[in-house]
């Protein structure tokens, strides 16, 4: 479990901190969408999840033991996928070699299958890879690391549509009972199929913190005639006719999740 209990953090040099007192709780066996505008501390929160970063105040807990001592059996446990990463000029079988003995649960079977789904080979070397090419090869090695906690930041940035496609495969595939993966995007309709809880982030503090099955109970998401609002607690022009979030009524059908429009009306105070 993660848990995060009465944060504050600021970067140095600036006026405004990232959080001020900021609690948050993640259990374990599900997929979060964490989301927000730019410059409301997603990045910054996976680093202080992955103990890249120390708290000003308050506690950032893997398992009850604070990430930023950076215990070597904590970080074993933990596997972040930047936004932007380099990786080093050699092969990949150097580089499995290199840092696989790290993770006590490695896969080499998990690498060479997600490698497989993205249609890449494992004799490859990582100087020479496209941007999408690398994202996709240190996504599997993330996933074959087989770390409790899988933090991902903008992970289908780059990444062309096929490409999107395999990630959420890829995702699906390799989730069990006991890891949590985190995953902060602004491409929201990439991962909202892989989403269980949805996290909406504002400056400092959490406007939405609720699971898709609680969402799709209460709301429908739905295309309507222009002129057709009822029930509706948001709506927007769309090229179908208006989109609608709506109040759930009895008889209705349960819909998907319309991940960009709850992201609209929670912003905008909807709900």
């Known amino acids: ?37 730019n410059g409301t501390g997603k990045s910054t929160l996976l680093y202080l999840i992955s103990g890249l970063l120390r708290p000003a105040a308050g506690t950032v807990c893997c398992d009850s033991v604070a990430t930023y001592k950076r215990r070597v059996e904590t970080l074993q446990e933990i596997f972040l996928v930047p936004e932007e990463f380099d990786l080093p000029s050699m092969s990949l079988e150097k580089y499995v070699k290199l840092n696989a003995p790290f993770y006590p649960r490695f896969s080499r079977e998990v690498l060479e299958a997600c490698l497989k789904d ?9 100087q020479a890879l496209s941007m999408g090419q690398k994202k ?9 690391a087989n770390t409790r906690y899988l933090l991902m930041d903008e992970p289908t940035n780059g990444l062309d549509i096929p490409s999107k496609s395999q990630f959420r495969k890829v995702v699906t595939q390799n989730m069990n009972d006991d890891r949590t993966v985190i995953i902060s995007t602004h491409q929201v309709h990439d991962v909202e199929s892989l989403l269980d809880h949805i996290l909406i982030l504002s400056q400092r ?46 008889g209705d059908a349960e819909t998907q999740l319309n991940l960009e429009l709850l992201f609209n009306a929670v912003t905008k105070q909807s709900i």
């Open 118 to 126: 993205f249609e890449l080979t494992t004799d490859l070397k990582l």
């Open 136 to 144: 996709k090869v240190f996504m599997s090695f993330a996933l074959a």
């Open 1 to 37: 479990m993660i848990e995060v209990s009465n944060l504050s953090f600021k970067y140095p040099g600036q006026q405004e901190p990232v959080f001020t007192d900021f609690s948050l709780r993640l259990e374990q066996n599900k997929v979060y969408g964490l989301l927000g505008k």
């Open 205 to 250: 503090e959490l406007l939405l913190n609720a699971s898709v099955a609680d969402l799709t109970e209460k709301y429908v998401f739905e295309y309507r005639p222009v002129d057709d609002h009822s029930a509706a607690v948001y709506s927007e022009p769309s090229p179908q006719g208006v989109a609608v979030m709506a109040e759930r009524r009895e």
